[in-house]
C-alpha cells in the first residue's frame, strides 16, 4: 500500500526517525483502513511544533461517508466523527515534546490512552466509519481541510482492526517498542517513518 504526495525531511524520533510535516503535505494512502462498525485502534508518536486550533494528525476528514479525525485543538487530543460529534480526551499536549497518542473503539466506546496514561474520558460512537470503504486515509493532515495539516513531527503510526488493551498501548509509551510488534496478528497497516513512507504491513 504505497504512500503518496508527501515529501519531507527526515528527522530523529523518540524510537528510530520520523517524517516532517510543514502543515503544507500530507501522507495519502487509497484505503480508509478504519471503516465499518467494528473495533479499531490507532496509535502514532507525534511531535508538535504549534498548537492550533483543528490540526489533523491521522484522519480521513473531508474523503468519504462518516468521515472521522484523531486531532489537537488547541493542543487538546480529541477523536472527530463527521457529522456527529467532537470527542475530547481532556489531555493538552505540550509542544516541542514527542508523546505517544492513541485511540480506540471497543464495542461501542471511544477512549484514549495518551502518554501511558487512561483518559477518564470515553464516548460512545457506533457509527459506520467510511462507509462501504469509501474516503482516504492521510497522516499530516487531511485531504481537503487546508489549513488544518499538522505541523510538527510524526513517527510509527500503527493501525489494528481490534481494541487493543490498555496495559499493552501503555508499554508501548513506557518501554518506547515499536508498534508492529503488538498484536501483529490484527494489524491492518504499520507506516514507521524511518526509511520512506510506505507500509511495512503491504509491502
Request: proline fraction near 2%; glycine fraction near 12%.
Amino acid at each position: 500500500m504505497a504512500v503518496t504526495a508527501l515529501s519531507g525531511q527526515r528527522w530523529q524520533g523518540v524510537i528510530g526517525s520520523s517524517a516532517s510535516f510543514d502543515g503544507t503535505d500530507n501522507a495519502q494512502v487509497t484505503s480508509p483502513l478504519v471503516t465499518g462498525t467494528g473495533n479499531f485502534t490507532i496509535s502514532c508518536w507525534i511531535y508538535p511544533t504549534s498548537n492550533p486550533a483543528n490540526t489533523h494528525f491521522v484522519t480521513t476528514y473531508n474523503s468519504g461517508t462518516t468521515d472521522w479525525a484523531l486531532r489537537t485543538d488547541s493542543g487538546i487530543v480529541k477523536w472527530y466523527t463527521e457529522g456527529v460529534a467532537t470527542d475530547s480526551s481532556g489531555v493538552t499536549l505540550t509542544i516541542n515534546t514527542w508523546h505517544h497518542v492513541a485511540v480506540k473503539r471497543t464495542g461501542t466506546t471511544i477512549s484514549f490512552v495518551i502518554d501511558g496514561t487512561v483518559s477518564g474520558n470515553t464516548f460512545t460512537r457506533s457509527e459506520d466509519y467510511n462507509a462501504g470503504g469509501s474516503g482516504t486515509f492521510s497522516i499530516g493532515g487531511s485531504v481537503g481541510a487546508g489549513g488544518e495539516n499538522f505541523v510538527g513531527y510524526i513517527s510509527d503510526v500503527a493501525v489494528w482492526n481490534t481494541a487493543v488493551d490498555d496495559s499493552d498501548l501503555q508499554a508501548i509509551y513506557n518501554d518506547k517498542t515499536f508498534a508492529d510488534g503488538t498484536d501483529n496478528s490484527d494489524l491492518v497497516a504499520y507506516y514507521p517513518l524511518n526509511v520512506d513512507y510506505t507500509d511495512s504491513v503491504a509491502s
